[in-house]
């Protein structure tokens, strides 16, 4: 059974810092590309990090460039989102996402078809 169970949301202060955690199960973890995306209250879903299966490039939407950094673990199946100097506009729900090799799309493209999504994780950024 595929899962991808996302955690480390919660309440954080502007300017302030939370690390998601998205563990993987059910597939192999390193034959795919993981992204993290973000949908706020009355928006659409935004992609906004993404990371190779090799753990070779990593990429961000310009919203969170500079401010955020996406990892992966493959000893413990898990991508990471660290973020930092959150602002209240950060406010959302936080999904992980799988894309199985070889990509067709960049990562943050409109056209790309992910193979797995999370349920996502709550973070308010609020004072």
């Known amino acids: 059974q595929v899962q991808l169970v996302e955690s480390g949301g919660g309440l954080a202060q502007p300017g302030g810092s939370l690390r998601l955690a998205c563990v993987a199960s059910g597939f192999t973890f390193s034959n795919y590309a993981m992204s993290w995306a973000r949908q706020a209250p009355g928006k659409g879903r935004e992609w906004i990090s993404g990371i190779l299966s090799d753990d070779s490039e990593t990429y961000y939407a310009d919203s969170v460039k500079g401010r955020f950094t996406i990892s992966r673990d493959s000893a413990k199946n898990t991508v990471y989102l660290q973020m930092t100097s959150l602002k209240p506009e950060d406010t959302a729900l936080y999904f992980c996402?799988?894309?199985?090799?070889?990509?067709?799309?960049?990562?943050?493209?409109?056209?790309?078809?992910?193979?797995?999504w999370g349920q996502g994780t709550q973070v308010t950024v609020s004072s």
């Open positions: 996402a799988a894309k199985e090799d070889p990509l067709d799309y960049g990562l943050g493209s409109p056209f790309v078809k992910y193979n797995y």
